[in-house]
């Protein structure tokens, strides 16, 4: 006896392939943290204030000179790459291990928003906080009250 798998569905003429399609890992979204090469990119929250535009990045285990932060016209670059080496002899064997970490993630800023030279950055805890201050003539203005005379 062989086992057969059969398409559930009363029209026989329905593509296999579709099952395959709606059951493959396409409409997974929790992956999105991988890049096309299954390396793990960092989280990022970014939040809109009425003063600022915040991003913050997960990166345990990294130091802030680990990083490069670049503002590129409206281009907003934050990139790292890491390397780390060790070797042990013992006994007239040797043990070398390394590994090289790098990512680099980009966000398009709104043009003519953004104050470029008051942008701040600081690393603490495994996580790396921007603080991108607007212009005071691109902030929004509460909404006020017209009389009607």
């Not at 790396?128 to 009250?145: F, N, Q, V």
């Amino acid at each position: 006896m062989s086992l057969i798998k059969r398409n559930g569905s009363n029209f026989p003429s329905f593509p296999a392939f579709f099952d395959d399609l709606f059951a493959s890992n396409l409409f997974d979204w929790n992956n999105s943290n991988y890049s096309s090469t299954q390396t793990t990119i960092p989280s990022v929250n970014i939040r809109e204030t009425h003063d600022n535009f915040e991003v913050e990045m997960a990166a345990p285990g990294m130091s802030k000179d680990d990083f490069k932060v670049e503002l590129d016209g409206n281009t907003l670059t934050i990139s790292s790459s890491k390397k780390h080496e060790q070797e042990d002899k013992q006994d007239g064997y040797s043990r070398r291990e390394f590994s090289y970490q790098s990512f680099q993630r980009s966000f398009t800023l709104p043009k003519d928003v953004v104050d470029e030279d008051k942008i701040g950055a600081q690393y603490e805890n495994g996580l790396l906080r921007l603080t991108i201050p607007k212009k005071e003539e691109a902030k929004k203005k509460a909404p006020r009250l017209i009389e009607i005379s």
